[in-house]
């Protein structure tokens, strides 16, 4: 018979553990950054200065390790954009991820606005990449969701 353990987290990864939320809301598309103009990483992330805290700091920081001609195919600044998107913010801030991936989640759509011309930059640079072999991706959440999902029933 097995015990329920509950080990204490010394460092829980945010990328891997979300906040404990009701998920199974809808939330409409997202309507409208295709058709922003593509534009250099700096000027993309303008609008979001009021938003993230240091953004162009950071945003200058992803073009320095960055180099001009990246051998994945993407230009400097969608390679960049990436970048900007996986970096953790050192100065207790919260990350551009982890603001966007909540406005993301939010019902109301006219809160992505700000972010449409770096959505432009991103998702012109994610869409180049080459499809990976089929894997399987991990991510936790901070709730005993067994109870949906009982022994046997297919999880897509």
Known sequence: MSKDIELPVRHGNSRLIIPDVEESKTVGPIVGYASEPLLALADACTPLIPIIFNILTYTSTALEHTP???SDGL?????????????????GQ??????????LRAADREYLRPWFKYLKLLLTALVK????SQQTVWRGIRKDLSLEFPQGTPVI
Request: aromatic content about 8%; hydrophobic content about 30%; some cysteine.
């Open 75 to 91: 230009t400097r600044d969608e390679s960049a954009a990436i970048c900007l998107y996986t970096m953790e913010w050192t100065d």
């Open 129 to 132: 990449i080459p499809c990976a």
């Open 94 to 103: 919260r990350s551009l991820y982890s603001i966007l991936n909540e406005t």
């Open 68 to 70: 001009d001609n990246p």
